[in-house]
């Protein structure tokens, strides 16, 4: 056996150093090989048909005169029966318009940027915590969590929080609720020239905090809505809502003609801090932040010109049958009568699933042919061949010029970087938004969307994917189209630190931090 094997050997040794490509070579290789795949895939069936169409610009070539006269005549004479099909082809044009989607265009948004004296360094966060009476467990629990969360110390909290004692009552929550609300509207319509009485329907999400009124009962009363609007208030949906809102309003356009809906997603900090001592209740405490957004959606043909996007899909995922997906995120006392929201150990393997759910049955709507084949070939083989193969996970980024991941941590961004198998760039806006905002729950999705124009990379054509997951547990897709290079709205929460970014993170920490670590 050795003598068979040794010459082997010797030979790889002999091998030449040149005649093998070094390891990156080969990546490069196998990625314009499966490039060109996609491209033969993808123009398969253009390719099929110019012969097609050679021949039979050919064959008309050669058509004797007389033979389109003779053509001609029978039409005439069997002018009922050109009659009747003109009639059946001008009805189905006529079911047809009437029938499809209404095209849905976002107009414009704007994201609450609060002011300066609401950030919250982590110094100050823990002497206000140690003053709460945490416990010293509790407070070095948080101080971790804290430093590899990946927030920066320039992340805002409510000013009931800054209150020694915090003063989380209802009317300190009412004060953030519409100072958040407002400042976003107040943007979105002075950018947009919109009048509120131009709006027909109204959906607000904030999942926590409920008041009656409601949320988009106090816009109403601010902006002195028209009498007959349609709106909605969603509540206890978590951080998925804000794709939730945007499928409602599409639903409602579709059956209102000619007008606008608002879109307000956010949630509320003041009560709904947790001063009790359970681990997995105190998380929320350190990622969660003040933040907030408004967008202006429109089915109205005109404002196709000045629309920024317009929506393509929406998928929506709900594991709530499932018990340890309802109460992977739950809201609840603990022993001591303190009210928080419970994060389970099982949170991340749930959001996979959902995740894989969500994209499975996303893929087909927006994945070319040469993904989709590949990806059924897979599953084929190791169905009837019980192949030892992993499976198969498309290149989304074929599919996608852009990604805006919900904010929800630091586990999240890099959960799903990894089974999508993202580039650092692909996630530069989400992780870019945790670090200056923090999570904003429902509404990070469009910090990040703000991010990428203001960083000018938002073209004509591209394709933004926007994925976020909530408490149920849901994991829901928006998929836009950008309409023309997009600039960033006026009064943009990156107006005044987008050159500072992107900022290099290890293990959480800027870089410098990292060092010094």
Known sequence: MNGGTAPSAAAAAATPPHRRLPDFLQSVNLKYVKLGYHYLITHLLT??????????????????????RQLWLHLQYNLVSVLVLSAVLVFGATVYVLTRPRPLYLVDFACYKPPAHLQVRFDEFMRHSKLCGF???????????????????????????????????????????????????????????????????????CSLFNPTPSLSAMIVNKYKLRGNIRSFNLGGMGCSAGVIAIDLARDMLQVHRNTYAVVVSTENITQNWYFGNRKSMLIPNCLFRVGGAAVLLSNRGADRRRAKYSLKHVVRTHKGADDKAFNCVYQEQDGEGKTGVSLSKDLMAIAGGALKTNITTLGPLVLPVSEQLLFFATLVAKKLFNAKTKPYIPDFKLAFEHFCIHAGGRAVIDELEKNLQLSPADVEASRMTLHRFGNTSSSSIWYELAYMEAKSRVRRGHRIWQIAFGSGFKCNSAVWHALRNVKPSPNSPWDDCIDRYPVELVDGFPTHKAAQQ
């Open 135 to 205: 416990s010293e467990d509790a407070l070095e629990f948080q101080r971790k969590i804290l430093e590899r969360s990946g927030l920066s110390e320039e992340t805002y909290v409510p000013e009931a929080m800054h209150a020694l004692p915090p003063q989380p009552t209802m009317a300190n929550a009412r004060a953030e609720a519409e100072t958040v609300m407002f400042g976003a509207l107040d943007n979105l319509f002075k950018a947009t020239g919109v009048k509120p009485k131009d709006v027909g329907v109204l959906v607000v999400n």
């Open 47 to 68: 390719l099929m048909l110019l012969p097609l169409m050679a021949v039979i610009l050919l064959e008309a070539g050669r058509t004797d005169p007389n033979d389109l």
